[in-house]
């Protein structure tokens, strides 16, 4: 039987074509839509990954303190670290003598060391140490050189010797105590160029006190040297503030860092 009338006549067969590539286009248009939204996705991943890969175990700071010997105030200190060139760090402590015979004498000292975070510690890569007075100047330098597993050091001499994996100098170390805690270490092994050799130094977490600065208080993690060499101690509050809330150095060239105030960076 014949039809009525005829479809293509009333419109109906080129509506169905503008209909299926509508549809067409649509979804063509849907899984280009997706595959942007997943690139976006996938971008920002890619940027909250790295940021997070790239976040330091101690974040820069600048930091004040006072300096005490024997109880009384004698200078000042300021300890930064910032970032540098080439995934490298600088960790800088200037000091100057505001009292007695260190004010008199216009004492200042300047240490500045360049270090690389390896995992969760710094390694070293150079120090500069520069000690001006009325009465004389010093200076000393470490440089190390991973390619060739040597380390120079100019302090009264040169002497050469080779370095460990993880190897600094002491200007570091405080830094590396407080990278450790913040990573849950509770004792430390450093292996620490001296004047003419590699020392290795250890430390252990004391667990916490109350320890009273300028900058407020602070329930701190004490942590001292346990193998029988210099006296030292030190209180970190890494939850509060990236740097050392309170350093304590005994024995020859006694002195205390208390905390005055600090900015992150």
């Not at 063509?28 to 997706?34: D, E, G």
């Not at 990278?179 to 916490?208: C, M, N, W």
């Amino acid at each position: 039987m014949a039809e009525p009338w005829s479809l293509r006549e009333v419109g109906v067969q080129p509506w169905r074509g503008r209909l299926r590539a509508i549809c067409l286009d649509t979804f063509k248009a849907m899984q280009s839509h997706r595959a942007f939204a997943a690139l976006l996705a996938a971008v920002a991943l890619s940027v909250f990954c790295t940021a997070a890969a790239a976040a330091p175990p101690v974040p820069a700071f600048a930091a004040h303190y006072r300096v005490l010997q024997n109880g009384s105030p004698i200078g000042e200190a300021t300890l930064t670290l910032a970032r540098g060139a080439n995934d490298t760090w600088t960790f800088t402590t200037a000091s100057k003598g505001t009292a007695g015979i260190a004010s008199l004498l216009a004492a200042s000292t300047k240490e500045v060391s360049t270090f690389k975070w390896v995992g969760d510690s710094p390694q070293g890569i150079r120090y500069d140490y520069t000690m001006n007075s009325a009465l004389k100047q010093k200076r000393r330098s470490v440089r190390f050189d991973w390619t060739n597993h040597s380390i120079d050091v100019d302090d009264n001499g040169n002497f050469h010797f080779a370095t460990q994996p993880g190897a600094v100098e002491r200007h570091t170390v405080p830094l590396a105590l407080a990278a450790g805690l913040s990573a849950g270490k509770a004792s430390f092994t450093l292996p620490v160029a001296v004047r003419d050799r590699i020392e290795t130094q250890h430390y252990a977490a004391q667990g916490k006190q109350k320890v009273s600065v300028p900058a407020g208080t602070f329930d701190a993690t004490r942590v001292s040297r346990t193998d029988g060499s210099d006296s030292f101690e030190a209180w970190f509050a890494p939850a509060k503030v990236p740097a050392p809330v309170k350093i304590d150095q005994r024995g020859k060239n006694a002195f205390s860092l208390e905390l005055e105030s600090w900015s992150a960076h």
